[in-house]
């Protein structure tokens, strides 16, 4: 017998829905022959920074299992002093921060192409046959800035050198947040970074593996509540921004993340992935070549905090609740505005 919270509880398995604390056996028993009370499920505990273990001992374990991927995939190998999303940054552009502190930034790059993109939360109202926008709900979705690359329309092997940053944020009218960042980049050949310098610094910024050469070929980092550091995508959720993109990010529509996800699929990734994803991809100009001779052409990072989009999300459920009462999630929409760049 079980206490069940939700009315969604079957879309889980057991064992993940009781993580999300929407099915109880904590108390409950079986009735028949079996009795006795359901011992409980531990619960996950983060370790202390007693407890986690060393990147020495993490790589003295996996080397007795004979296995790499246990450190580089399962393990938390490295501690953090302050693991909250807005302490995670993609060059300069943190996790958290506010579209003004956003344009700041970007507008310092001095890219050539800049763009910004607002919509308004909104609702389709079955009775008027039509969407209703909210009054005072207009909200940034994105902003953007990039250098045109026409004359190299390959991801993989770029002309010349680029960058475009695409910064998308939560849709909350005026107290707008950042919850993901896509970063990419592209050398000519003769200004491309070694592999090995480019894996270096990805390690001291982001940590999670002993050395450099622990790198896998796409790695993910999954920033932990308790103030620690995870790599490897067991959550399964690397999809959602990575591997590499585009040079010029253009002025299509995005629909808003926080908007199409629903506060479950949230918190299954908070507790399975964790506060913050960050994802980095490259391509090299040489594959074939020894590790130390291949150079990178092309790199994109990303990072996207789960427990923002939450927080956006529960924000702006709030803000159409106040002003439509009860909305059917099905209807909820946000409005598109014209796109225009904001200079």
Same mark, same amino acid.
């Given at each position: ?12 398995? +057991? /064992? /993940? ?6 099915? %109880? ?11 006795? %009370? ?9 370790? =202390?920074? #007693? &407890?986690?273990? =060393? ?11 004979? &296995? #790499? ?14 693991? $909250?999303?807005? *302490? ?18 970007? *507008? ?16 389709? /109202? ?16 994105? @902003? ?12 993989? #092997? ?16 005026? *107290? ?7 970063? $990419? ?7 491309? %970074? ?47 921004? !990575? ?6 990010? !253009? ?18 990734? @908070?507790?399975? +992935? !964790?506060?913050?994803? %960050? ?49 059917? *999630? ?14």
């Amino acid at each position: 017998m079980t206490g069940i919270t939700s009315g969604s509880v079957s879309l889980y398995s +057991c /064992d /993940d829905a009781e993580k999300q604390r929407m099915l %109880v056996t904590e108390g409950y028993v079986v009735s028949g022959r079996a009795g006795g %009370v359901i011992a409980p499920a531990p619960l996950a505990q983060t370790p =202390t920074p #007693a &407890q986690t273990p =060393t990147q020495s001992q993490s790589q003295g374990q996996a080397q007795g299992q004979g &296995q #790499a991927q246990v450190q580089t995939q399962t393990q938390a190998v490295a501690a953090l002093p302050d693991a $909250s999303p807005d *302490k995670v940054d993609v060059a300069g552009v943190k996790l958290g921060m506010s579209a003004d502190e956003v344009r700041a930034v970007l *507008k310092a790059k001095q890219l050539p192409d800049y763009y910004e993109s607002t919509e308004a939360l909104g609702h389709f /109202d079955s009775t008027k046959g039509a969407m209703q926008t909210m009054a005072n709900g207009r909200f940034v979705n994105v @902003i953007a800035t990039w250098t045109s690359s026409p004359s190299s329309p390959s991801v993989e #092997a770029p002309a010349e050198d680029g960058e475009s940053y695409e910064v998308m944020f939560t849709p909350v009218p005026g *107290k707008e947040r950042a919850m993901a960042v896509i970063h $990419s980049v592209g050398y000519s050949s003769a200004n491309a %970074v070694r592999e090995t310098a480019f894996e270096n610094g990805l390690v001291k910024k982001y940590g999670g593996f002993a050395t450099p050469g622990d790198l896998p070929a796409s790695p993910t980092w999954r920033f932990q509540r308790g103030g620690n550091v995870e790599v490897g995508d067991l959550c399964n959720r690397r999809g959602l921004f !990575g591997g590499l993109s585009g040079l010029s990010t !253009g002025t299509a529509a995005r629909q808003n993340l926080a908007l199409r996800t629903t506060t479950d699929e949230f918190r299954f990734q @908070i507790d399975r +992935c !964790g506060i913050a994803i %960050v994802t980095e991809d490259h391509s090299t100009a040489n594959r074939s070549a020894s590790r130390e001779d291949r150079i990178v052409t092309r790199f994109t990072v990303t990072a996207y905090s789960p427990s923002i989009g939450f927080e956006g999300a529960t924000a702006a459920a709030q803000l159409m609740q106040s002003a439509w009462g009860a909305v059917d *999630k099905a209807g909820v929409a946000p409005a598109k505005a014209p796109l225009a760049p904001n200079l």
